[in-house]
């Protein structure tokens, strides 16, 4: 038996096309420039409760969710975030300006309910006056216009956000609300802030990093039980501008139609999620009994992560499910046996270090297997016309792992569809192509005289009968009694 060694590349030059499940996985750059596949970041996405979502990945400045459009932006795109592969670059000269339709939550007038604000920061400075957010609005109350504001803005280093007429009959400090963090905001940092409101409870919470920095009770009592809850009532339907007057980066800008806040949900603010992320590649089809011998990863694994590989093999993956056949851990560089099949799949988990700040890569797999080299199809074959039959005649295959032949035939030259032939060992009926085993002549009867017939020869590999070489030359006879 002959087996040629042969090598598939994922990734790399190749790119992973071939990946077909990725989760938690992304690309990302790797070596020379090529494609990488790495864990994703913690981004935000879209899901029921979503009112505005600003992910600015590739470049883009709009609301994911489709609740606003865009008005005006000042914002530049850029690959420096915190989440995914890009965010927003403020230069403190006007940010971006949206409107709201009929289900956004500064597009509706009335009863707001709970909402989540949140986003990632990164600001050059934290002056005095850096605006991140701003709403500004008014209502009539018993035939009177209040004005109405929400704003979020620094003041000495700390980012605190005031409600101005926004809570339906709270009327201390007129009507004001004010929140600010106990953290002091670092410039060139990179932290998550999180306002919250609880319709229930009437819960304002501040956090930073999932941290509580400040809470206060909106209702009668100041306080969380035996008071009534003073509504946020939202007035004629108003711009709502980021970054008006800021100076840094911004990144996942979310509202939320919902007061669960993300510790309270069990997630984390790690950039990289700590359970990792998993790719799977689709079934990589080679030849009937090729075996895996080597896989080759070529990885970078920072120091606290972990990448582990995993292979499989079979003849037929149409009944593959996730868990069968049975993944097989292997190292890179280590030597195989046993992996055989006509497809070979390679899935790999990549996990982060314990903080989530660092996550090992995968630039490329080299794949080394041995493949049943197919047999050379016979060097000449004859045929021979007679009464109503053909005999054909060729030479033996030069490979010595030849098993047997097929003949295949038919009346149009290429086309090789016969089915009336008789065969003169068997008396049976034969259809192309038929095996005649490992001889190097046969004879076919029951055609039709005057008709011409068309014949190659491919030879067979003793170790499956599947693996057939190339068609011979063609040749043609046409019986004749004569």
């Given amino acids: 038996m002959h087996a040629e060694e042969r090598v598939i590349t ?25 494609d990488s596949m790495t864990l994703d970041t913690n981004s935000r996405h879209v899901s029921k409760q979503t009112d505005l979502l600003l ?18 932006n000042a914002l530049i795109p850029t690959t420096d975030c915190k989440m995914g592969k890009g965010s927003g670059l403020s230069q403190g000269k006007g940010g971006l300006r949206l409107d709201g339709d009929r289900t956004s939550l ?92 609880d319709n229930q409870t009437g819960l304002l919470e501040y956090r930073i990093n999932g941290r509580l920095e400040a809470l206060k009770y909106i209702t009668s009592n ?59 590649t689709d079934p990589i089809k080679v030849s009937l009994n090729s075996e895996m011998t080597l896989l080759n990863a070529l990885t970078r694994v920072p120091d606290q992560t972990d990448v582990m590989i995993y292979v499989r093999s079979g003849d037929n993956y149409f009944p593959w499910t996730d868990t069968y056949p049975e993944w097989i851990p292997v190292s890179s560089g280590e030597k195989l046996s046993g992996i055989k099949g006509l497809y070979f799949q390679v899935a790999m988990d990549l996990y982060p270090d314990g903080s989530g700040s660092l996550s090992p ?44 032949y097929y003949v295949y035939y038919g009346d149009r030259p290429g086309e090789y569809l016969g089915r009336e032939a008789v065969s003169v060992d068997t ?26 017939y068309y014949f190659a020869i491919a030879a067979y590999s003793d170790v499956n009968k599947e693996i057939m070489g190339t068609l011979s030359k063609e040749v043609w006879a046409r019986p004749l009694r004569r």
Wanted: charged share 20%.
């Fill in 10 to 34: 994922l990734g790399g030059r190749e790119g992973w096309s071939s990946v077909s499940v990725r989760n938690g996985v992304t690309t990302g750059v790797g070596t020379y420039g090529y």
């Fill in 55 to 72: 992910d600015f990945e590739d470049g883009t400045m709009a609301d994911i969710s489709g609740h606003y459009k865009v008005i005006s």
């Fill in 106 to 197: 500064f597009g509706t007038p009335g009863i707001a309910g709970s909402f989540l604000i949140e986003f990632w920061l990164n600001p050059a400075v934290a002056e005095n006056g850096e605006t991140v957010l701003s709403w500004r609005s008014s209502r009539t109350v018993d035939d009177m216009l209040l004005y109405q504001m929400i704003n979020a803005s620094f003041a000495n280093n700390h980012l605190t956000w005031n409600f101005t007429n926004v809570f339906d009959g709270y009327e201390e400090n007129f009507g004001e609300i004010s929140i600010s963090s106990y953290s002091t905001i670092i410039p060139d940092s990179w932290t998550h802030h999180a306002i919250s409101f």
């Fill in 222 to 280: 100041s306080r969380e039980i035996g008071g009534r809850v003073f509504q946020p009532v939202l007035g004629v339907a108003a711009d709502l501008d980021i970054c008006p007057s800021y100076t840094g980066l911004i990144d996942d800008f979310r509202i939320q139609r919902s007061a669960i806040s993300e510790t309270a949900s069990n997630l984390r603010y790690d950039t990289y999620n700590r359970i990792g992320g998993r790719f799977v």
């Fill in 361 to 404: 890569s995968v630039d490329r797999i080299d794949l080394h297997f041995k493949e049943v080299e197919a047999p050379l199809p016979p060097f000449r074959v004859l045929a021979e016309a007679g009464n109503g039959e053909v005999t054909l005649k060729w030479t033996y295959s030069v490979d010595n792992n030849t098993g047997g």
């Fill in 427 to 452: 008396g049976n009926r034969v259809e192309s192509p038929v095996d005649v085993g490992n001889t190097n002549t046969v004879t076919f009867k029951n055609l039709k005289n005057g008709k011409i």
